[in-house]
């Protein structure tokens, strides 16, 4: 959690700069979600985020520096900088990309289920996506698809409360989108997304249904959003109130209350997590400067990666 919070308050500081080529969409807040989502997977397991997705490869073990060059657009990014932000992925620990479509990583996290109960290989795949992308129609249909042939699939839904301005209450025709599991013959469980250690117990149980055959499961994780929808996004009519938003980092920041805990339980020690704070900063910071040191890719990279490269 601690590396998704640095990461993400890096390329803050990237972004004020004006090194950031384009808009980030922070998940900062979110960090138990993404974090016990991916701990209860293994690296050889799918998995599929969404445009906020920078913490989602981060929890599934991805290299920091890689990540960050892609976000700067550089030749030493996972995806060569053709990425971006909204756009990486990084195959080495699953991560089969997100995508600035809203839903657009469903039915691609659904077909890695398949490809996986076709060859047998006894991986399952982790589907991330919002509030936002519960009323698109490719998730029921992904769902239904599923169901009827017991893919090994998680659907995750982090949500956060809004799909950019426009509130769950507004958007969504019941209470909980993990309600909508029954329609599908699926568990649908409702998680404390602040809490890192009840979201991995329940995705460790779905995780445990897929692996053993019994199909997928749809979790939700009621979780918040810290900043904007997008960082630097000015929207004209405000829709949240400043100082509530201003006092989760207070009540409900996942980080803060998990290390409560550990301090509380005599797992760790307010030095030892200080002392893990300043580490993770260290490496969030090479990262940066291993980004500015990376070129950018060369224009005849632009003729690359457009197709498959067929072996015979």
């Known amino acids: 959690m601690q590396r ?9 500081a990237l972004f004020h700069a004006g090194e950031l080529p384009a808009m980030v969409h922070l ?25 906020r997705s920078h913490g989602h490869p981060i929890a599934k073990g991805a290299n ?18 053709k990425g971006g932000s909204m756009h990486l992925a990084d195959f080495s620990v699953g991560s089969l ?17 398949l490809a996986a109960q076709v060859r047998r290989s006894g991986q399952v795949s982790l589907c991330f996506f919002g509030d936002g992308a519960a009323s698109e129609g490719v ?36 209470p909980d989108v993990a309600m909508r599991a029954a329609g599908y013959s699926m568990p649908g469980v409702v998680v404390d997304g602040q809490d890192v250690l009840a979201v991995f117990r329940a ?16 979790v939700e994780a009621k979780t918040y959003r810290f900043h904007e929808h997008a960082y630097g996004l000015v929207v004209p009519q405000p829709y949240r109130d400043q100082q509530v938003v201003d006092s989760w980092f207070d009540t409900v920041d996942p980080i803060t209350l998990f290390h409560d805990k550990l301090v509380g339980w005599g797992v760790l020690t307010a030095d030892e997590l ?14 940066v400067e291993f980004a500015r040191r990376s070129p950018f890719p ?15």
């Open 4 to 12: 998704v919070r640095l990461f993400e308050e890096a390329t803050i």
């Open 27 to 51: 998940s900062i807040g979110q960090e138990a979600a993404v974090v016990g989502a991916c701990l209860a997977t293994e690296t050889s397991d799918y998995m599929t985020g969404n445009h």
């Open 64 to 81: 920091l520096d890689g990540l960050m060059a892609e976000l700067l657009g550089k030749a030493g990014g996972v995806c060569g900088g």
């Open 97 to 113: 990309g997100e995508s600035g479509i809203v839903g657009s990583a469903i039915p691609v996290a659904t077909g890695a289920a």
């Open 139 to 174: 998730l029921h249909e992904s769902m239904n698809m599923a169901s009827i042939w017991r893919l090994p699939v998680i659907y995750f839904c982090e949500n956060n409360g809004y799909a950019v301005s426009v509130t769950s209450a507004e958007s969504l025709s019941v």
């Open 203 to 218: 995705t460790t149980e779905a995780v445990r249904r897929a692996r053993a055959g019994e199909g997928p499961s749809l």
């Open 274 to 287: 200080r002392s893990l704070h300043e580490e993770v900063k260290s490496e969030v910071d090479a990262s």
């Open 298 to 312: 060369p224009p005849e990279a632009a003729y690359t990666d457009l197709y498959s490269e067929v072996t015979a």
